[in-house]
């Protein structure tokens, strides 16, 4: 079935960086769309960005597009998330998703568990 | 970007209920519209997409209706395992956008 398994729980200091990795299963990756979304505690679920496996092209929302890069590798089905320039405010849970109809305005029919971001001095 | 707005907030209801749950978005998506249910805890999971298509594996006591910007989620008879927040999506815009959430107690 559809899989997606993310990396662990991280802990980081305010100015730093975080990166993310999410692992897929049981789908062709290279057709498919990774999508990145996260949830502060109490919080609505908010887009951050997607990545389109098969050509690399990224985009991401207006709040993030100067310092996150997504990345790829075809060779494990692997997507990556890098976040820089971290604050208290990105302290949340950050999901991927996948849409595996290969268009980036989709909907997302498998996610990743979630992995816990802190961002604490 | 399309503000997703969803009504009521909380709903509480008995097993066996049928209950209605409201998204509306501030432009038009014509169909381009999804649901995820959310238990504490665990990730989101598809229920229904392009407002009125279940997803693989979900109960037909789940069914989706609604085109431009008026969408509903109903649950036709309602169960213990149901009890989680609900949150619509739109996908016909940049940004994407979900709403804030209804969650339903039983």
């Known amino acids: 079935q559809l899989q997606l398994v993310q990396s662990g729980p991280e802990v980081e200091k305010p100015g730093t960086s975080v990166r993310v990795s999410c692992t897929a299963s049981g789908f062709t990756f290279s057709n498919s769309v990774i999508h990145w979304v996260r949830q502060a505690r109490g919080q609505r679920l908010e887009w951050i960005a997607w990545i389109v496996v098969g050509s690399g092209h990224t985009n991401s929302a207006q709040n993030f597009q100067d310092r996150i890069t997504l990345s790829r590798d075809m060779s494990t089905g692997t997507a990556y998330m890098e976040l820089n320039s971290l604050t208290s405010e990105d302290t949340a849970v950050y999901y991927c998703?996948?849409?595996?109809?290969?268009?980036?305005?989709?909907?997302?029919?498998?996610w990743g568990q979630g992995t816990q971001v802190t961002v604490s001095s | 970007e399309i503000v997703m707005t969803q009504s009521p907030a909380t709903l509480s209801a008995s097993p066996g209920e049928r209950v209605t749950l409201s998204c509306r978005a501030s432009q038009t998506l014509s169909h381009i519209l999804a649901w995820y249910q959310q238990k504490p805890g665990q990730a989101p999971r598809l229920l229904i997409y392009d407002a009125s298509t279940r997803a693989s594996g979900v109960p037909a006591r789940f069914s989706g209706s609604g085109f431009g910007t008026e969408f509903t989620l109903t649950i036709s008879s309602l169960q213990s395992e149901d009890s989680a927040i609900y949150y619509c999506?739109?996908?016909?815009?940049?940004?994407?956008?979900f709403g804030g959430g209804t969650k339903v107690e039983i």
């Open positions: 998703a996948a849409g595996i109809t290969g268009t980036a305005f989709n909907w997302f029919d498998a």
């Open positions: 999506q739109q996908y016909s815009n940049w940004p994407l956008t």
